[in-house]
């Protein structure tokens, strides 16, 4: 498979070090300061419907990883060394409409598989989520609401999303990514997928993704949060590998992230949210980790 990104012909382990303790001591920082201050769920409020772990999630924590790329660069004297910030669109077009797009797919077969199994769990009615609107005093049609959120799933939210997920992007897929490339592409992949799972611990263990109410909280939300990192951490590595540059796993992440609730719209009752139907669902993250395997087939 074409690699577009120049790789160290050696493992360099002080770069590594340097870009993980500053990625992870930052973002972890960020979530003590959020769980010293009420966690996620009882943050103080700033102005009227913001919290303080609302405005630390998407900034502080979330940017961790460039700060460490940042960090690394200059600290081992780097520089702006093959910073992956120059897109590559010539030929490479293809790949920001599989990042645009795909991920929709993806996860509405990882949806479908769940549903599939827990068939009683789906509601094409949608009235768990009409009773939310109603509670909240909004008089509008759930399934206009869902429309409104595939269409700006589809077109407008990846690129507004993966503005924000740049901050995780530059760090995991344009500089760790390579930085272990010499370990082969295979465990370079993996590796970097897994180290991405990791650093969301500190927030799975109040209660983001799964909440709490699930058995073994919070250890069997972190091990299973890890086969969605692998799986869609693998497919951001390869459209990073193939086109160069941070931005198309930045789109990706971002639609990711843009598509990924839909599905608990029509949920009836309380999901097994362990196995989805959100993509961070061990079920529901069978269909990336399927894909995984198969652009990880012809690796060494």
């Keep these: 498979m074409e690699t577009r990104f120049p790789t160290p012909e050696r493992l360099e382990r002080r770069r590594i070090g340097v870009f993980l303790l500053v990625a992870f001591g930052v973002s972890w920082a960020t979530a003590l300061a959020i769980w010293a201050t009420g966690g996620l769920t009882d943050s103080p409020e700033i102005t009227e419907g913001i919290t303080l772990a609302t405005v630390l999630l998407p900034s502080a924590y979330m940017f ?4 460490g790329a940042v960090a690394a660069r ?9 910073h992956r910030l120059r897109p590559e669109f010539e030929g490479t077009m293809w790949l920001y409409a599989a990042a645009w797009l795909a991920p929709a797919g993806l996860v509405v077969a990882g949806s479908a598989l769940y549903f599939a199994v827990f068939p009683g769990q789906f509601d094409p009615t949608m009235a768990a989520f009409r009773g939310q609107l109603a509670a909240a005093g909004v008089a509008m049609d759930p399934r206009l609401l869902a429309v409104i959120q595939i269409i700006a799933a589809l077109t407008v939210a990846p690129l507004i999303n993966g503005l924000l997920a740049f901050g995780e992007e530059y760090g995991w897929r344009a500089y760790l990514l390579p930085k272990l490339w010499p370990l082969g592409r295979r465990r370079a992949i993996v590796l970097t997928g897994v180290v ?4 969301h611990w500190p927030i799975i263990a109040m209660g983001y993704n799964y909440g709490f109410d699930y058995p073994g909280f ?9 086969a969605f990192t692998v799986g869609a951490g693998t497919f951001l590595a390869v459209l990073t590998e193939r086109e160069g540059s941070v931005w198309p796993a930045s789109v990706g992440h971002g639609a990711i992230n843009a598509i990924a609730g839909v599905a608990v719209l029509f949920v009836a009752g309380q999901p097994n949210s362990l196995l989805g139907p959100t993509p961070v669902g061990v079920l529901a993250a069978l269909p990336w980790l399927a894909l995984a395997v198969w652009l990880l087939g012809d690796s060494d």
């Design 218 to 226: 919070p250890w069997t939300g972190m091990v299973a949060f890890l």
């Design 196 to 199: 991405w799972g990791v650093w």
């Design 74 to 82: 200059l600290a081992t004297g780097e520089g702006c060394q093959h």
């Design 64 to 67: 961790g990883p460039a700060i």
